[in-house]
């Protein structure tokens, strides 16, 4: 098994650190090697996804990825941008299946701006369509408008698409992940007004045929979104296009109240993945300390269940993650009164700790 590991910028030497300390205790066999990515490759290759970084991407099982991105690089040209390595990474590799649970810990409940009795408990998972519809649809552009409301003025535009195998094989992946939980689908759609997403209605429930066992239901992106924080408990796996997943995923991450929380994993038809956590490079507090290591130590949890076959292994990480939050360690996102802050490395000391005492119990 190999490993890339591609820090990035911000946080995220600071978060990777501590998730790679965690996997160095779990006794597994598998070959690590880092690489520079986002503005760091920038400053030192002159592109935020030099071919060697990507290359080794490729050629690994699963890429451990922190964050990109900082500020200053708002002004340099689109290709050369930090973010622009996140949708190479994701085009080169071909990651059209995005996870993203929204697990709401039991000790962190207070932090939802939701009612407690709303959120606890909650656990449903986002599935998202990464490379296709509005994102990556051509043509778009900018031109002068030849009809619609104002011809001869300027306009700007996009083309919404889905092919038939793009929502085919999403689906199955929505299907299969259910089958794993509860065997429930909600696929998310438009399809009373974009005849794109009347096709994805018609052939996700074509797909459904397959999976007698899973129970699905259609739902309109606006009702979703309110259902999403009127009774989220309701959904177990969403599964819905690279537009609508975009803004549902962070709607349902923020129901949990702590970004520093949230895994995400970006898969490939082969279970080659890309795993990172669900924030970005925070520069407004880099550098300190503080930031909280545990949605990037998930994320390498969810890394040994979907890419390394080592699901023992993602038990044990998300225990011991349990375990640190039991006992009231808390870095500052998800700090209140009566816990005990620590840092980043603090709280990555404290996850291995939890995992050496699993492994000395056996
Ligand atoms: P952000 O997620 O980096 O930060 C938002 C807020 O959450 C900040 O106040 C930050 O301090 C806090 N925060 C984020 N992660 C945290 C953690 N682990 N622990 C404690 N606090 C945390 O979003 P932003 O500020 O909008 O963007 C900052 C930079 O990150 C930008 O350059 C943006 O483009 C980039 N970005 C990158 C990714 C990615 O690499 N996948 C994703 C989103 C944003």
Known sequence: ?????????????????????????????????SALVGGAAYEAHGHPLPESTLKLAKEADAVLFGAVGDWKYDKLDRPLRPEQAILGLRKNLGLFANFRPAICYEQLVGASSLKPELIAGLDILIIRELTGDIYFGQPRGRRTAVDGHFPGTEEAFDTMRYSRPEVERIAHVAFQAARKRSKRVTSVDKANVLETFQFWKDIVTEVGQQYPDVE?????????????????????????????????????AMLTGSIGMLPSASLNSSNQGLYEPSHGSAPDIAGKGIANPLATILSAAMMLRFSLNQAEAADRIESAVKSVLAAGLRTVDIYSEGTTKVSTREMGDAVVAAITKTTIKG
């Open 1 to 33: 098994m190999k490993i890339a590991i591609l820090p990035g910028d911000g946080i995220g030497t600071e978060i990777v650190a501590e998730a790679v300390k965690v996997l160095n205790v779990l006794d597994l066999k598998f070959e690590t090697e």
């Open 216 to 252: 699905l239901d259609h739902m309109y992106v606006d009702n979703a979104a309110m259902q999403l924080v009127k009774a989220p408990k309701k959904f177990d796996v969403v599964v819905t296009g690279n537009m609508f997943g975009d803004i549902l995923s962070d709607e349902a």
